[in-house]
């Protein structure tokens, strides 16, 4: 007789979903393994057997969360021009962002607390690091002023969101949107007003600040 227990690869998955949910939702500090286990539908025992403890589970959702931010850059059909891109990449980070609320703000405020998780949010960051690089043309690193620019950027956007969240989503998600458009394309134009290279492809930019 074949049993219809759910295969092991199916039983940490649903252990780690479950878990990104409760994480997202509440401070780890507030987040039990017995709650875990009953939304997942396992035993107590397996969540020890698989991660063998409470951080070894969320370090796990951190890294699954970390792989679907970078996936976040990717451009999508119909982001045909760079303007569209870089509309959509930051409106999906908008909702990413609002779906992880506390798992989020865990990867966005690092700060030497915990090297693991630092690390973490340091390989998201690089992702919209790499992002930028791209959505310019720069072949290689990024110039240093234009590097610190993105990097301001990217801690602007992270604040915005949080403000939003904070506020109850208070003004519209086009709208915020528009204004993180804004603030990307203005920064970095100012930026980079001596590179003729990057200020052509910023132009194509331009409508995101419109």
């Not at 999906?92 to 030497?112: D, V």
């Not at 072949?139 to 956007?157: E, F, H, I, S, T």
């Amino acid at each position: 007789m074949t049993s219809k227990r759910p295969a092991r690869g199916a039983r940490r998955a649903a252990v780690v979903a479950a878990a990104e949910d409760l994480f997202a939702r509440k401070p780890y500090d507030d987040v039990y393994i017995t709650e875990i286990a009953e939304a997942a539908g396992v035993a107590h025992g397996l969540l020890f057997y698989h991660f063998k403890d409470k951080r070894g589970l969320y370090l796990e959702v951190l890294r699954k969360m970390q792989a679907e931010i970078a996936d976040l850059h990717t451009r999508r059909p119909g982001e045909d021009t760079s303007e569209q891109w870089l509309r959509g990449v930051i409106r999906r980070h908008i909702e990413y962002r609002a779906g992880h609320g506390h798992t989020m703000l865990a990867l966005s405020r690092t700060g030497g607390q915990d090297p693991e998780v630092d690390k973490l949010g340091e390989q998201g960051r690089q992702a919209g690091v790499e992002f930028i690089r791209e959505l310019l043309g720069v072949r290689g690193d990024l110039p240093p002023r234009v590097r610190v620019a993105v990097r301001a950027n990217m801690g602007a956007v992270d604040e915005m969101i949080a403000d939003w969240l904070a506020h109850d989503r208070d003004i519209d998600i086009d709208e915020l949107v528009d204004l993180a458009c804004t603030i990307v394309v203005t920064t970095l134009g100012t930026v980079c007003a001596g590179s003729p290279e990057i200020q052509s492809a910023l132009g194509e930019l331009s409508a995101a600040s419109t």
